[in-house]
């Protein structure tokens, strides 16, 4: 059985981009519009020669009409079927309060959690995420997912945390 990863985080901060980058595969749907993917939510992928199956948790449709809800499920769907959780977060706009949410149910269900700060485009956006220690969870890692930087560290963290 492989290992399982999970992505979560809020709408729009680009949880469908680092899956289809990840997957090395445009098999996730990305629309500028939040929460309206309809996403293909499971792949097989692999870094450095370990395989896992890969998971985008915003992808899967809830009946709950509350945003902040919905995170919450989704993160809690996470936690039951992943080894490895990924919250993505993002650079441009900071800590949000859903974020803190999302990041206070992870740290309580005591699973390996790695913070990936995704829309970290340039040098100054990669330099600029010490604000992300404040969740609580450890290292954030600077990536984007539109350019593919960042990705490396991110996966060499998460394979490490089998
Ligand atoms: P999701 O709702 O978390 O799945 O987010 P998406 O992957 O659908 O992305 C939401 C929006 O953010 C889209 O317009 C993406 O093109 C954009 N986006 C995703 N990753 C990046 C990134 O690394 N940099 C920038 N500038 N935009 C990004
Ligand atoms: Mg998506």
């Known amino acids: 059985v492989l290992p399982t990863v999970a992505l979560v985080g809020r709408p729009n901060v680009g949880k469908s981009t680092l899956f289809n980058r990840i997957a090395e595969e445009r098999i996730s ?5 939040p929460g309206v993917t309809r996403d293909r939510i499971y792949t097989h992928a692999e870094w450095l020669g370990k395989q ?5 948790t915003g992808g899967i449709t809830l009946e709950e009409h509350d945003l902040n809800q919905e995170i919450r499920s989704q993160a809690e769907i996470a936690i039951e079927e992943a080894d490895v959780i990924v919250l993505v977060v993002d650079a441009r706009v900071g800590v949000t309060a859903a974020d803190e949410v999302v990041a206070q149910i992870l740290f309580s269900a005591h699973k390996p959690i790695v913070v990936a700060v995704n829309k970290a485009d340039n040098l100054e956006q990669r330099q600029d995420i010490y604000e992300f220690y404040a969740l609580g969870l450890g290292d954030p890692y600077p990536v984007s997912g539109v350019h593919g930087t960042g990705m490396g560290d991110l996966l ?5 945390s089998f």
């Not at 896992?52 to 985008?56: A, C, E, G």
Request: hydrophobic share 45%; aromatic share 6%; proline share 0%.
């Open 52 to 56: 896992f199956n890969l998971i985008d």
């Open 29 to 33: 749907i990305v629309e500028d519009t």
């Open 156 to 160: 060499d963290q998460v394979i490490q």
